[in-house]
């Protein structure tokens, strides 16, 4: 076994949510290129899990998506 990361990762640009199982309080963090592929995702993991959308990540900074 090796050693923990301490850089924290770099993401790629396009849409980020997050999946949570209900009730809890961590989740992880799913990356889809385009917007049409993130609303297939919200669809498909909302009936089960909580999700929350994180925004689009372009040049490192993360913007927020207004029609959610």
Do not use: H
């Not at 669809?43 to 959610?68: A, P, Q």
Request: net charge positive.
């Amino acid at each position: 076994m090796g050693r923990p990361a301490t850089k924290p990762t770099k993401l790629k640009d396009g849409y980020y949510i997050e999946v949570r199982s209900k009730n809890q309080k961590t989740g992880i963090k799913l990356f889809r290129k385009s917007k049409s592929q993130l609303l297939l995702a919200i669809e498909e993991y909302k009936k089960t899990k909580d999700v929350i959308v994180l925004g689009k990540l372009s040049n490192g900074k993360m913007e927020s998506i207004s029609d959610f």
